[in-house]
């Protein structure tokens, strides 16, 4: 992998050019950005995928869910359907995608959730409906530069700062660094507990934010129990398992169970995996399986898997959760 993105070093500044001139052009008003009159809300990031989106969204799903009419929107990458879907009483993953369904599987009574690749006409459609929401999450918009979210949250990983990255093929960026200079708000996500105040300090510096930018750090909370369709388990008391991934980046669960003593294989799939019949033939022979919550959602439809797959749920925990909460809640009510 490496070697291929030293063969393909040649086509970064090519990459870089394009889409450093399309953000330009929409920054100059050339290319048009369509704002609005309430508040819409975009959680993204400059690099492709693993930068702790979905629980991001979940956090704020959970600090808004009781003062608004709130709705999520998202691409619903790899669903099997098309155009604009809504969350409704026997929707699947393959209608949502992984993550909105998440999403619906947990907040279904409180908060709409709805896919459209276009964001665009995905908000005008999320208006039509009654209730109308009156906040909107993007989920992964941050490049959708054709809506002009009014508050951007962009999101890097603590082990894989966008300061150290570069553009693709080579590197992992979607856009230049400059990208990050729409940013309301940086969150350095995925931070060990024990990260002190003058690594913090040092991180700052390296991202050297603009005057009107905060930065703040997240760390992964997991849950102390995993969780089937019907039952429940205490994470400590597991006895050897298979971990199932289809993520991103599976390092910080992987270390997280071993620095806890837990037995387990890992089996180990790319992000979005659809899993195949052979594989799924597999899984029929395992006596325990833990899967992440995104993964669950697909898996869980395998009625074979109902008495052996669980998930172990994750949130965010803020350094600062009450200064992060003002600015969402200032931007809000200053429509």
């Given at each position: 992998?490496?070697?291929?993105?030293?063969?393909?070093?040649?086509?970064?500044?090519?990459?870089?050019?394009?889409?450093?001139?399309?953000?330009?052009?929409?920054?100059?008003?050339?290319?048009?950005?369509?704002?609005?009159?309430?508040?819409?809300?975009?959680?993204?990031?400059?690099?492709?995928?693993?930068?702790?989106?979905?629980?991001?969204?979940?956090?704020?799903?959970?600090?808004?869910?009781?003062?608004?009419?709130?709705?999520?929107?998202?691409?619903?990458?790899?669903?099997?359907?098309?155009?604009?879907?809504?969350?409704?009483?026997?929707?699947?993953?393959?209608?949502?995608?992984?993550?909105?369904?998440?999403?619906?599987?947990?907040?279904?009574?409180?908060?709409?959730?709805?896919?459209?690749?276009?964001?665009?006409?995905?908000?005008?459609?999320?208006?039509?409906?009654?209730?109308?929401?009156n906040v909107i999450l993007l989920d992964d918009a941050f490049q959708h530069r054709k809506v002009k979210a009014g508050f951007n949250i962009m999101l890097t990983t603590y082990f894989n700062l966008f300061t150290d990255d570069y553009v693709l093929p080579t590197g992992d960026l979607r856009e230049p660094k400059s990208g990050a200079k729409r940013a309301d708000i940086i969150?350095?996500?995925?931070?060990?507990?024990?990260?002190?105040?003058?690594?913090?300090?040092?991180?700052?510096?390296?991202?050297?934010?603009?005057?009107?930018?905060?930065?703040?750090?997240?760390?992964?909370?997991?849950?102390?129990?995993?969780?089937?369709?019907?039952?429940?388990?205490?994470?400590?008391?597991?006895?050897?398992?298979?971990?199932?991934?289809?993520?991103?980046?599976?390092?910080?669960?992987?270390?997280?169970?071993?620095?806890?003593?837990?037995?387990?294989?890992?089996?180990?799939?790319?992000?979005?995996?659809?899993?195949?019949?052979?594989?799924?033939?597999?899984?029929?022979?395992?006596?325990?399986?833990?899967?992440?919550?995104?993964?669950?959602?697909?898996?869980?439809?395998?009625?074979?898997?109902?008495?052996?797959?669980?998930?172990?749920?994750?949130?965010?925990?803020?350094?600062?959760?009450?200064?992060?909460?003002?600015?969402?809640?200032?931007?809000?009510?200053?429509?």
């Amino acid at each position: 992998m490496k070697l291929l993105r030293y063969i393909f070093f040649p086509i970064v500044p090519i990459y870089y050019g394009v889409t450093w001139l399309r953000n330009k052009l929409f920054d100059l008003g050339v290319l048009e950005s369509t704002s609005y009159d309430f508040p819409v809300i975009c959680v993204g990031n400059l690099s492709v995928g693993g930068t702790g989106k979905t629980p991001m969204i979940e956090y704020l799903i959970r600090t808004l869910k009781n003062d608004y009419k709130l709705a999520t929107l998202s691409r619903g990458y790899k669903r099997k359907s098309e155009g604009f879907q809504v969350g409704k009483s026997g929707v699947t993953a393959d209608v949502l995608g992984d993550e909105p369904f998440q999403f619906y599987s947990k907040y279904a009574s409180e908060i709409t959730v709805a896919v459209d690749a276009d964001r665009g006409a995905g908000i005008l459609k999320l208006r039509e409906l009654e209730p109308k929401p009156n906040v909107i999450l993007l989920d992964d918009a941050f490049q959708h530069r054709k809506v002009k979210a009014g508050f951007n949250i962009m999101l890097t990983t603590y082990f894989n700062l966008f300061t150290d990255d570069y553009v693709l093929p080579t590197g992992d960026l979607r856009e230049p660094k400059s990208g990050a200079k729409r940013a309301d708000i940086i969150v350095v996500t995925k931070c060990p507990t024990s990260l002190k105040t003058e690594a913090k300090t040092y991180i700052v510096t390296r991202i050297s934010p603009e005057p009107n930018q905060k930065v703040f750090f997240s760390t992964i909370k997991y849950a102390e129990f995993v969780v089937s369709k019907s039952d429940k388990k205490p994470l400590v008391q597991l006895p050897k398992f298979t971990l199932i991934t289809g993520i991103a980046n599976p390092k910080p669960l992987v270390d997280y169970l071993l620095n806890m003593g837990l037995d387990f294989e890992h089996l180990n799939f790319k992000d979005h995996h659809d899993f195949t019949t052979d594989e799924l033939e597999t899984f029929k022979v395992k006596s325990l399986i833990i899967t992440t919550e995104k993964d669950f959602m697909r898996l869980n439809q395998f009625a074979f898997l109902e008495d052996t797959l669980y998930y172990l749920g994750i949130e965010i925990e803020l350094d600062n959760p009450l200064d992060f909460n003002a600015s969402i809640q200032n931007f809000i009510t200053s429509y």
